[in-house]
C-alpha cells in the first residue's frame, strides 16, 4: 500500500487529528483504522495532561515529602494522588476571601503565603505559612465558611487536595480518617496559637515565641510581613 499522511484540522482531545489514507493495489482508497486517527491513541506515545496537573508519580513523591503526609502508608499516599493537583499563585494574589465557602486544603510547596483578616479600613496577618505548611483545613468541615482570607506573599506553588474527595476517603477508611484528622488537628493548634500570639502584641503582652514561624522574607518571599 503507498500512501500520504495529513494533518487535518477535526479535534480530538489535543486539538489535532490524524488522516491517514492510502491506496491498494487496485486503485481504491484505504483509510487508515481508527486506532491510529488519533493523537491520544497509545500508539504515538502520548498522553494528555490536564493543565496545572502534575504527573502522577511527582505528585506522590511531593506528599511523600510534606510534613503533613509525610509517614502516611504507601496506600494512603496513593489514595491521595488521585485527587491532588499543584497549583500556583501569583504575588499579591488572593486564593481565597473570609467567608466564601471551602473545597480545597493546600500544601505548601514553595513561596509562602499570608493568612489574614482584611476589611476596608485594615489588613492584619495572622499567620505565615511558609513551604512544608498547610492552610485550607476549614474545607474538611461541612457548612463552614472561610474565616481569614489567604493571600500569596510571592510567587507561590502548592499541592491541592481536593476536600470533598479526602472526607469520602476517610468514610471509607476510618483509621485513615483518624490519622489524617489527628494532623489537621495540630494545623488548628497552629492557627490558634499564631491568632493568641498576635492577640497579644496587639495587648502589649510578650508571647513565648514556640512554633511562631520567621518573617515572610525567610521562606523565600521578598514582600515585606504585612502588619
Known amino acids: 500500500i503507498s500512501g500520504n499522511l495529513s494533518v487535518i484540522p477535526p479535534v480530538s482531545a489535543w486539538g489535532l487529528r490524524l488522516a491517514v489514507t492510502g491506496v491498494s493495489g487496485d486503485g481504491t482508497p484505504i483509510a487508515a483504522p481508527p486506532e491510529i486517527m488519533s493523537l491520544n491513541s497509545p500508539i504515538w506515545g502520548i ?3 490536564v493543565e496545572g496537573q502534575m504527573p502522577r508519580e511527582p505528585v506522590y513523591e511531593a506528599l511523600k515529602s510534606q510534613p503533613f503526609t509525610r509517614g502516611l502508608a504507601g496506600d494512603d499516599l496513593t489514595r491521595l494522588v488521585a485527587f491532588t493537583r499543584q497549583v500556583t499563585f501569583n504575588e499579591d494574589q488572593v486564593i481565597f476571601q473570609a467567608g466564601e465557602k471551602s473545597d480545597q486544603l493546600y500544601l505548601v510547596i514553595s513561596g509562602c503565603v499570608c493568612v489574614e483578616v482584611r476589611t476596608p479600613v485594615y489588613a492584619v496577618c495572622v499567620q505565615v505559612v511558609g513551604p512544608g505548611e498547610a492552610f485550607g483545613w476549614s474545607s474538611l468541615l461541612e ?14 506553588t502548592a499541592l491541592s487536595i481536593d476536600a470533598r474527595k479526602l472526607l469520602a476517603a476517610c468514610e471509607e477508611d476510618p483509621k485513615f480518617g483518624l490519622e489524617l484528622f489527628r494532623r489537621v488537628l495540630e494545623l488548628v493548634a497552629g492557627r490558634v496559637r499564631a491568632t493568641e500570639a498576635r492577640l497579644g502584641e496587639f495587648c502589649g503582652i510578650a508571647c513565648p515565641p514556640k512554633n511562631r514561624r520567621a518573617p515572610a522574607r525567610d521562606c523565600g518571599c521578598d514582600t515585606p510581613r504585612p502588619s
Open 47 to 49: 498522553s494528555p495532561r
Open 143 to 156: 457548612h463552614h465558611d472561610r474565616v481569614f482570607q489567604v493571600r500569596a506573599l510571592g510567587s507561590t
